[in-house]
T-cell receptor
Framework: DTAVSQTPKYLVTQMGNDKSIKCEQN?????MYWYKQDSKKFLKIMFS???????INETVPNRFSPKSPDKAHLNLHINSLELGDSAVYFC????????????FGEGSRLTVL | GQQLNQSPQSMFIQEGEDVSMNCTSS?????WLWYKQDPGEGPVLLIA?????ELTSNGRLTAQFGITRKDSFLNISASIPSDVGIYFC????????FGTGTSLTVIP
């Protein structure tokens, strides 16, 4: 009965490959997010998405694309992976209004070789 | 993006000591939050602050939202080994932005 779940937890792949990370939340929240945490532990927002709008951090390369089949899911697809994409990616969700608590998943550690 | 600076970057303290860390920004935030991240886990909310000047406690944790809404501090009293982790401040405007983190090590 995990609130925000991500799969896979670990992902090792070669440069140039395309990969996806899945995220599901069972909290009934309206807004979901993807964050990237680099080796220095800095958490950087990549996307926020609800059923009304997608907000993209302008520094995120267009190789990254969020895909939401429904309100409970926000998957992250990455094309043409690069070495610098290696990081831990966190999915999170919150109630509409963007105030209050973010609920995070356990993270997906991506290693690009 | 918004920049939130936390200090200190890391702390090494003896069990039982009190801890103080702060977070500053050049931007005004509507809401200020403090999160803790354990190794291998996602951040978990500790305290949420909604009003300028608000002082809120959660057990041994106390946090305050600055009057200007550009800063906040978090205090932990009588630290214990399970307080180890990375503490993040986060500010909410149209999106959530996280601070640079304070790594806390508690020595038994």
């Amino acid at each position: 009965d995990t609130a925000v779940s991500q799969t896979p937890k670990y992902l090792v792949t070669q440069m140039g490959n395309d990969k996806s990370i899945k995220c599901e939340q069972n909290l009934g929240h309206d807004t979901m997010y993807w964050y990237k945490q680099d080796s220095k532990k800095f958490l950087k927002i990549m996307f926020s998405y609800n059923n009304k709008e997608l907000i993209i951090n302008e520094t995120v390369p267009n190789r990254f694309s969020p895909k939401s089949p429904d309100k409970a899911h926000l998957n992250l697809h990455i094309n043409s992976l690069e070495l610098g994409d290696s990081a831990v990616y966190f999915c999170a969700s919150s109630r509409e209004g963007l105030t209050g608590e973010l609920f995070f998943g356990e993270g997906s550690r991506l290693t690009v070789l | 993006g918004q920049q939130l600076n936390q200090s200190p970057q890391s702390m090494f303290i003896q069990e039982g000591e009190d801890v103080s860390m702060n977070c500053t920004s050049s931007s005004i935030f509507n809401t200020w939050l403090w999160y803790k991240q354990d190794p291998g886990e996602g951040p978990v909310l500790l305290i949420a602050l909604y009003k300028a000047g608000e002082l809120t406690s959660n057990g041994r944790l106390t946090a305050q939202f600055g009057i200007t809404r550009k800063d906040s501090f978090l205090n932990i009293s009588a630290s214990i080994p399970s307080d180890v982790g990375i503490y993040f401040c986060a500010g909410d405007t149209h999106q959530f932005y996280f601070g640079t983190g304070t790594s806390l090590t508690v020595i038994p």
